[in-house]
């Protein structure tokens, strides 16, 4: 079981910067992959970027070249920073942990955080 906090949000004019922190908490936090979800109102959650437990990464076309992932294994903690931020990115983040188990049979685990709050705007 992962517990997963996330923390970070807030209002942001366009062109400033944010950096999100998602805390875990229950379990094996350096064997997840982990990952960032955004979610404007009336519209789908949608990936932003990915980190891989190897330390890999992927980004959205939208935010590619502004936004970074990083992890703190030591720290438990999954970062996003982010730049140059537009009105567009402008949702609730969640922060996500999955793994794959592999034995006998193969066992999935996926887990959220409650969301927080990013809103760029003048």
């Known amino acids: 079981q992962v517990q997963l906090v996330e923390s970070g949000g807030g209002l942001v004019q366009p062109g400033g910067s944010l950096r999100l922190s998602c805390a875990a908490s229950?379990?094996?936090?350096?064997?997840?992959?982990m990952g960032w979800y955004r979610q404007a109102p009336g519209e789908e959650r949608e990936l932003v970027a990915r980190?891989?437990?190897?330390?890999?990464?992927d980004y959205a076309d939208s935010v590619k070249g502004r936004f970074t992932i990083s992890r703190d294994n030591a720290k438990n903690t999954v970062y996003l920073q982010m730049n140059t931020l537009k009105p567009e990115d402008t949702a609730v983040y969640y922060c996500?942990?999955?793994?794959?188990?592999?034995?006998?049979?193969?066992?999935?685990?996926?887990?959220w955080g409650q969301g927080t709050q990013v809103t760029v705007s003048s």
């Open positions: 980190i891989s437990n190897g330390g890999s990464t």
């Open positions: 996500n942990a999955n793994r794959r188990v592999s034995g006998l049979t193969i066992k999935l685990f996926d887990y």
């Open positions: 229950g379990s094996i936090f350096s064997m997840y992959n």
